[in-house]
């Protein structure tokens, strides 16, 4: 059974960084690398969004127009472990973030598509 535990999350200005990061355990890190991995997001009041993902056999990313370069997310599959580096973060980023994880090399968009999910991790960006 595969998990995942994200961390990272906190408390930040507007225009501020942070790196959360998504363990998976369970697997081999063989396994892990033919996962395709994504970070979504959801706001108070919101429904869960998409933010960023990034598959296997060439590490090809995707993002929500809203984070287009000032996210970036990257994988270590030696680690089992994926990032996302969010930079000149803004109060509309607040949320809490989710890791997902589905076995199969696609790019998934929506949460239904995926299998596995991390119990989620808080961003607060104040202004």
């Known amino acids: 059974q595969v998990q995942l535990v994200e961390s990272g999350g906190g408390l930040v200005q507007a225009g501020g960084s942070l790196r959360l990061s998504c363990a998976a355990s369970?697997?081999?890190?063989?396994?892990?690398?033919?996962?395709?991995m994504a970070w979504f997001r959801q706001a108070p009041g919101k429904e869960r969004e998409f933010v960023a993902l990034?598959?296997?056999?060439?590490?090809?990313?995707s993002y929500v127009d809203s984070v287009k370069g000032r996210f970036t997310i990257s994988r270590d599959n030696a680690k089992n472990t994926v990032y996302l580096q969010m930079n000149s973060l803004k109060p509309e980023d607040t949320a809490v973030y989710y890791c997902?994880?589905?076995?199969?090399?696609?790019?998934?968009?929506?949460?239904?598509?995926?299998?596995?999910w991390g119990q989620g991790t808080q961003v607060t960006i104040s202004s």
């Open positions: 997902a994880a589905r076995l199969s090399d696609a790019s998934y968009y929506r949460s239904d598509q995926y299998n596995y």
């Open positions: 369970g697997i081999t890190f063989i396994t892990f690398s033919r996962y395709t």
């Open positions: 990034i598959r296997w056999t060439d590490s090809s990313t």
